[in-house]
């Protein structure tokens, strides 16, 4: 194991948020390791992990911001901060912020990582976005995300994707594997996932969007707010809908719909012979279906 510790930049005037805060910015570039999984921790910041395949190195920028009783202690602090990168054999790149003690709640991280590949992800962060950008295969193997209060943002990866937030809007695209979010009071995107897509969020719109080349199976389930799906010519099966005061409306142009026992407000159809269900549920608000026929 062998660990990075790396500091530098200028301190700005302090600001007044649970007493006086102090900020500068850190970088450094690290060797790069074929097949190694990406792991990063921080705490009230955001974290950007972007692919860019072709570079030499791992780039890794942060700004680091300590807060202290006063402006004096939390310049102190700051410069006392430090982002550590460790390389293990079993976790791979681990990047976290260090504060000194004691800590401070104004204490935060926005770290921004930029790698030529990634054999797996890991982010963790609070009252910050996420965004993962891949680029063609950089990005494989799994992707796990927790924020709160913050969007996640992901697009191109190879592989399964779970994302965990609150109050925070996602965005999904170009993802070959399942997809799992689970947000609250935000609305969730997807399109182009090739892989099962189970959505759940409250009080805000789901809007789905399959390819041709992509078959679901798809469970979306929010409340108070629309749902919106268009399905590629490659989905098939069961499709279960319910609302609650809106009407359900299915939009068939391709012809391939082969059941259909949807009501006003509830009920299913079936594409073609599959037997993979799907299920789509809200309350309050209406839900949108269009077999695409291109």
């Known amino acids: 194991m062998s660990g990075i510790l790396f500091s530098a930049g200028g301190c700005e005037d302090g600001l007044s948020f649970h007493g006086p805060r102090e900020s500068r910015e850190v ?131 190879r592989g399964p994707a779970t994302i965990n937030t609150s109050n925070g809007p996602v965005q999904v695209s170009d993802v070959d594997g399942q997809v799992t979010v689970d947000t609250s009071n935000a609305p969730v995107t997807a399109t182009s996932v090739r892989g099962a897509l189970s959505i759940e969020s409250s009080n805000a719109p789901v809007r789905i969007h399959l390819g041709d080349d992509q078959s679901g199976p798809i469970t979306a389930d929010t409340s108070n707010a629309p749902v919106t799906v268009e399905l590629g010519r490659r989905f098939q099966g069961k499709m279960d809908v319910n609302t609650s005061n809106a009407r359900v409306q299915l939009q068939d142009p391709s012809g391939r719909v082969t059941e259909n026992k949807l009501g006003k407000k509830s009920g299913y159809f079936v594409v073609g012979n599959d037997e993979t269900e799907s299920r789509i549920n809200t309350s309050n608000s209406p839900i949108e279906i269009t077999l695409s026929t291109h």
């Open 27 to 157: 970088s450094e570039t690290i060797e790069f390791q074929e097949d190694t999984k990406l792991t990063v921790n921080s705490r009230n910041g955001a974290v950007l992990v972007q692919a860019e395949p072709g570079a030499e190195g791992i780039r890794i920028e942060a700004r680091l911001t300590c807060g202290g009783e006063t402006e004096e202690m939390a310049r102190q602090r700051v410069e006392d901060a430090v982002i550590v990168a460790t390389f293990d054999e079993d976790a791979g790149l681990e990047i976290e912020p260090r504060f000194p003690d004691p800590p401070n709640s104004g204490d935060s991280a926005s770290i921004t990582v930029i790698t030529p590949a990634a054999d797996g992800i890991q982010i963790e962060t609070s009252n910050g976005p996420i965004v993962v950008e891949g680029a063609g295969d950089a990005f494989t193997s799994d992707l796990q995300v927790k924020t709160s209060n913050a969007a996640v943002t992901l697009s191109q990866f």
